[in-house]
């Protein structure tokens, strides 16, 4: 084994004077400034380098845990897709179901709440009906002892549909003897069907006098859900002027008028009309008969 030449010793006071190259060691070279045997040649990877600060440690090799792709398959079967088994299954399932059952509540409540909207909704029409000929089926006999010559023609239309069902009846009043109508009378008959017309009704009828100036408006008991007699005189107690009487009935989703007007002057041969506290008794009466009748 040989080694290196040794350079001799230079004096303390002089800067070391270049050599001849080394010549390449025949045995493993001793410790040095590089960490390599030969600066110029890449460094051997280490098979374990230890974990640095900032390295994470390095992964054994083979199939990696958590990776049912990755294993090996037992009993030497081919590896395939997770079934449904085990417990993921049984966890996969409970999500299912418990989703099922909220899907399935969420339809119950839609349901109940449409089955209870739609009974809520359902028209109240109290069993009543809109003939097509109402004239034929109104009762108004109570008009007829002042008005004796009956109206032959009396005027009449009916509408069907499927909101709303409306009749409608116009007759003309006659005393004996006149050649003329001496008085009008005017029924009408609704079934809502789609709409609760309480509301719209209540706030047209009972406040009908703050709408219409010089007109009279009262509740009547007794007929229907509710009732308002809406009445005007302006004849002032001569035979001049005019009288109008309505009244308006809500029963349920069924509204129902009843109307008598009478036009007088000083050349109307009627000088002793009918008073309005007479029309009001002939018309809640006639009201109550004819409601009666309209029903099945």
């Not at 299954?89 to 179901?97: I, K």
């Not at 032959?152 to 009043?173: F, G, M």
């Not at 005393?175 to 209540?202: C, M, N, R, W």
């Amino acid at each position: 084994m040989s080694t290196p030449p040794q350079q001799p010793a230079q004096p303390a006071d002089r800067p070391p004077q270049p050599g001849p190259p080394a010549q390449p060691p025949s045995v493993p070279a001793q410790p040095t400034a590089y960490p390599y045997p030969h600066p110029q040649s890449a460094p051997p990877l280490p098979q374990s380098p230890p974990p640095g600060p900032f390295q994470p440690p390095t992964m054994p090799a083979g199939p990696q845990p958590g990776n049912p792709y990755t294993q090996p398959p037992p009993y030497g079967l081919p590896p395939g897709p997770p079934t449904a088994g085990g417990g993921g299954g049984a966890a996969g399932r409970a999500v299912l179901w418990a989703v099922l059952g909220a899907v399935m509540a969420s339809a119950a409540w839609a349901a109940g709440v449409l089955v209870i909207g739609a009974a809520a909704d359902e028209a109240d029409l109290r069993g009543y009906t809109a003939p097509s000929d109402l004239c034929s089926r109104a009762d108004y006999g109570s008009f007829k002892d002042e008005y004796t010559a009956s109206d032959s023609t009396p005027t009449h239309s009916s509408l069907e549909d499927r909101a709303l069902d409306e009749s409608y009846c116009s007759a003309s009043l006659k005393k004996s003897g006149s050649s003329y109508a001496d008085a009008y009378l005017s029924i009408q008959v609704d079934l809502h069907k789609k709409t609760d017309p309480a509301p719209e009704f209540t706030a047209t009828w009972k406040n009908y006098e703050r709408t219409h100036t010089g007109y009279d408006v009262g509740a009547v008991e007794g007929i229907g859900d509710e009732a308002y007699l809406v009445t005007q005189d302006t004849t002032g107690g001569t035979s001049a002027g005019s009288r109008y009487a309505t009244l308006a009935v809500r029963d349920g989703w069924v509204t129902y008028t009843m109307s008598y007007s009478a036009y007088l002057s000083s050349y109307d041969p009627d000088k002793d009309p009918a008073k309005i506290d007479e029309i009001s008794d002939w018309l809640k009466t006639d009201t109550r008969s004819t409601l009666d009748r309209l029903k099945d």
